[in-house]
C-alpha cells in the first residue's frame, strides 16, 4: 500500500511541478506499472487453478471458420502497434490480444499475416523477459508452409502456455492475468465483429453469450489483485461493468446421465445433458457495445 | 567435526529429497502423448500426473470446455497400460461424466462431445499404480 501511495505521490508532484502539461493515460500507467505489486492474500495454487480453466481463444476461431465466416485482418489489432505499449501493463494485455490474433491467422492458414503477428509476439515477449518460449526461427519456418499448420499451432499453444506457467512460478501472476485477459477479449471481441456482420447466426450469438462462465473466471481473477495493482483496477473496474451485461442473460442446464461405448480403445461419451440460453438480440448488442470500449482502450 | 557431519547430512538429504521428485518426467510423457491425439484433434493442454510416489491420492484440473466442441483427454505413461492411472470427468455440479475405467477395464482416452458450457474437472487417481506418474493431454476438434 505503501508504494502505491508512493506512485501516486510521483504523480501528484509531477503534475504539480508543471501544472500545465497533463501527463497522458500511458504515462499514468507507466508510473503505477514500476510501482511494485504487493502478492495477493490468496494462495498461488488457487490463482493457477483458476488460470488454467480459462479455455484457448483458438476453440473460438476455429468455431468461426468452421461456420464458414471468412478471414478478414480487420477485425485484427494492427501488428506495427508495438511501440504504442510502454508498460508492462500494456505489453501484457497487448501480448495476450496478439497471441489471439496469431491464432486466427493461423487457423485460417494466413502464414503471411500470422508472421507479423509473430515478430510483435516476440518483440513483447523479449520486454516482458519471456522472450526465451519463441524460438523465432522455427516458428517463422514453420509459418512460411500452411502444411505445417499442426505443428505451428502446437508450438504456439505450447509456448503460451508455458508462459503463463513460467510467470505464475515467477510470482508474476499478475502479467499472466493480463495476458489471458487481453487474449479472451481479443476473441470475445472478434467473435462480436463476425455476429453483428451475421445478425442471423445464432450460434455466434450462443457462443457470446456462453462466454459468461468465463467473464466470471476473469473478474474473479482480477479482484485478487485490484487492491494492490491499480492498473488491473481500472481494468477490473470495466470488466465488472461487461459482467454486470453477461449477469443479464440466463444459462439453464439439465443433467442426464450420459451413454457410451469403446470405440478403438476409447470411451466415447454421449452426453445427453442440455443447456438453454436465455437472452435477446439487445443483450448481445450490449455486450458487444462493451467489448468494444475495452478493448478500443487496451489496443490504444 | 559436527558441523561438517550436519552439513553434509543436509546436503545428503537434499540430494535424496530431489531424486525422490525426478523420478517422475511428466514432461517426457506429455510429450509423448502430444502426437497420440487423434487425427483431427487440436492441442490445447497438457497436464502433469506426479501422484509423488504414492504420496497424492488424487490429481486434479479444470477447463471450460465449450458446447458444440468435442475433446479428447488422453493419458500417457511408461508402458503400454495405463498403470493404474484412471481419469475422471466431472461436470461443474461434479455430476460424474465418464471414467476411464469402464466395464473392468481401463482405457487410456477419453472423448467428449460437449453438450452444456460449464467448468468440468478432470481428475486422476491411482489404482495399483507402480510409478504414480504420467502425461495427460487436452485437444479438441469442432
Known amino acids: ?300 | 567435526m559436527k558441523k561438517l557431519i550436519f552439513a553434509l547430512g543436509i546436503i545428503f538429504i537434499s540430494a535424496s529429497v530431489q531424486q525422490t521428485y525426478a523420478q517422475c518426467d511428466t514432461e517426457k510423457h506429455v510429450e509423448a502423448c502430444i502426437p497420440k491425439l487423434q487425427s483431427g484433434f487440436t492441442f490445447l493442454k497438457s497436464y502433469n500426473i506426479d501422484g509423488q510416489s504414492g504420496a497424492k491420492d488424487k490429481v486434479e484440473y479444470s477447463y471450460v470446455f465449450t458446447k458444440g466442441a468435442t475433446y479428447q483427454i488422453m493419458i500417457c505413461n511408461e508402458g503400454s497400460g495405463t498403470d493404474g492411472i484412471v481419469l475422471t470427468l466431472y461436470d461443474s455440479n461434479r455430476n460424474k461424466v465418464a471414467s476411464t475405467k469402464y466395464e473392468g477395464s481401463t482405457l487410456s482416452s477419453i472423448a467428449f462431445p460437449c453438450q452444456v458450457t460449464g467448468i468440468y474437472y478432470i481428475t486422476y487417481t491411482f489404482e495399483g499404480s507402480s510409478n504414480y506418474c504420467g502425461g495427460s493431454v487436452l485437444g479438441f476438434k469442432r
Not at chain 1, 485484427?76 to 508495438?82: G, Q, S, V
Not at chain 1, 508474476?172 to 472478434?190: T, V
Not at chain 1, 450490449?286 to 482502450?297: D, K, L, P, S, T
Open chain 1, 1 to 300: 500500500m505503501k508504494n502505491i501511495l508512493l506512485g501516486l505521490l510521483i504523480i501528484i508532484t509531477a503534475l504539480a511541478c508543471d501544472s500545465k502539461k497533463k501527463p497522458s493515460a500511458d504515462e499514468i500507467s507507466s508510473v503505477l506499472d514500476s510501482v511494485k505489486i504487493e502478492e495477493p492474500s490468496i494462495s498461488e495454487d488457487v490463482i493457477s487453478d483458476i488460470i488454467q480453466q480459462i479455455p484457448s481463444p483458438l476453440e473460438i476461431s476455429t468455431l468461426l471458420k468452421e461456420s464458414d465466416t471468412k478471414y478478414d485482418n480487420s477485425y485484427l489489432n494492427d501488428p506495427e502497434k508495438i511501440s504504442d505499449y510502454n508498460s508492462n501493463y500494456k505489453k501484457a494485455l497487448a501480448l495476450g490480444v496478439y497471441g489471439t490474433d496469431l491464432g486466427y491467422t493461423n487457423i485460417y492458414e494466413q502464414n503471411q499475416d500470422a508472421l507479423f503477428y509473430l515478430n510483435s509476439i516476440k518483440s513483447l515477449a523479449d520486454d516482458l523477459s519471456i522472450g526465451q518460449f519463441f524460438d523465432i526461427g522455427t516458428i517463422k519456418r514453420l509459418a512460411t508452409n500452411s502444411k505445417n499448420l499442426d505443428s505451428l499451432l502446437l508450438i504456439t499453444t505450447k509456448n503460451f502456455n508455458n508462459i503463463n506457467s513460467y510467470l505464475q512460478e515467477q510470482k508474476r501472476s499478475n502479467l499472466s492475468i493480463l495476458l489471458l485477459s487481453g487474449g479472451w477479449l481479443e476473441a470475445l471481441y472478434i467473435v462480436s465483429r463476425v455476429s453483428e456482420k451475421n445478425p442471423n447466426n445464432e450460434q455466434l450469438k450462443e457462443t457470446i453469450a456462453e462466454q459468461k462462465i468465463i467473464m466470471d473466471n476473469v473478474v474473479l481473477l482480477m479482484s485478487f489483485y485490484k487492491d494492490n495493482d491499480p492498473n488491473i483496477n481500472q481494468l477490473s473496474n470495466k470488466f465488472t461493468k461487461l459482467q454486470e451485461e453477461f449477469n443479464k442473460i440466463e444459462i439453464k442446464t439439465v443433467y442426464r446421465e450420459p451413454t457410451y461405448e469403446v470405440v478403438d480403445g476409447m470411451l466415447v461419451v454421449k452426453d445427453n445433458s442440455t443447456s438453454e440460453i436465455i437472452m435477446d438480440d439487445e443483450n448481445i448488442e450490449a455486450i458487444r457495445n462493451q467489448v468494444y470500449a475495452i478493448r478500443e482502450n487496451i489496443i490504444n
